[in-house]
């Protein structure tokens, strides 16, 4: 694609009010997707550099990966270049998808596909090696079921999440608060103690979990990588 074309397109798929894109590519020119770098561990930037270091201790190559939530694809174009098998990436957002598909293009990406996909219609007769959910179940009313659901269809799980420091609760409850749209509302922050728990009802039981010790978030993020008891 031309520059021009690239430049026409970001603007064209950004939300009804000129919302930014969720997450920032870099396309070639350095062209970018949203108007200004952000800091925040939230974002996929700042997020990929833990996340690619975790990856990188695990087996990706010639694995399967499902990516539930991509949002705009970053993620999911990002382990498909690290050479997983398949990566499939899903969002009940067409508009995200849209992105993902676009930036799959621009970026030339193999291995990758994006899909308007709700994660409790998936059929899969075989299971994925990894689900992933980063920025996920703390954005969605049922994460225990979410959690459940990923459990069903993967042999390991990776989630990363707003979590809530100290012990006497499971999770504090934000009412469905609401960032900027109905896919961003806050609904519950969970402690990695719960997460854990839950993970435990459906036989995931080896856990690896990554506390973030550097900034200082309210609710810092936590990812944790959790396995299926194969001895089952």
Request: aromatic share 10%; glycine share 4%.
């Amino acid at each position: 694609m031309k520059i021009e074309d690239i430049k026409k397109e970001i603007e064209e798929l950004k939300e009804p009010g000129n919302e930014e894109w969720n997450h920032q590519y870099s396309f070639p020119n350095n062209i970018k997707t949203r108007d200004r770098d952000i800091d925040s561990p939230g974002y996929n930037v700042n997020k990929w550099k833990r996340l690619e270091e975790i990856l990188s201790t695990l087996e990706v190559k010639n694995k399967s990966f499902i990516d539930i939530g991509c949002s705009d694809g970053y993620y999911s174009i990002q382990i498909a270049k690290m050479g997983a098998e398949s990566v499939l990436g899903t969002d009940l957002d067409p508009l995200r998808i849209k992105r993902a598909n676009f930036s799959k293009n621009v970026l030339k990406a193999k291995n990758v596909e994006f899909k308007v996909l709700d994660l409790y219609k998936i059929q899969k007769a075989k299971l994925f090696d990894y689900s992933i959910g980063l920025g996920l179940i703390h954005r969605i009313p049922d994460m225990e079921q979410c959690i459940e659901r990923m459990c069903s269809i993967s042999k390991c799980v990776i989630v990363e999440f707003k979590t809530l420091r100290g012990d006497g609760v499971d999770f504090e409850d934000h009412h469905a608060s609401s960032k900027s749209n109905k896919f961003n509302k806050l609904y519950k922050t969970p402690t990695v103690e719960y997460v854990k728990k839950v993970f435990k009802r459906f036989s995931f039981v080896d856990f690896e979990v990554y506390e973030d010790k550097v900034s200082h978030l309210n609710y810092p993020r936590t990812i944790i990588v959790a396995k299926r008891d194969l001895s089952e």
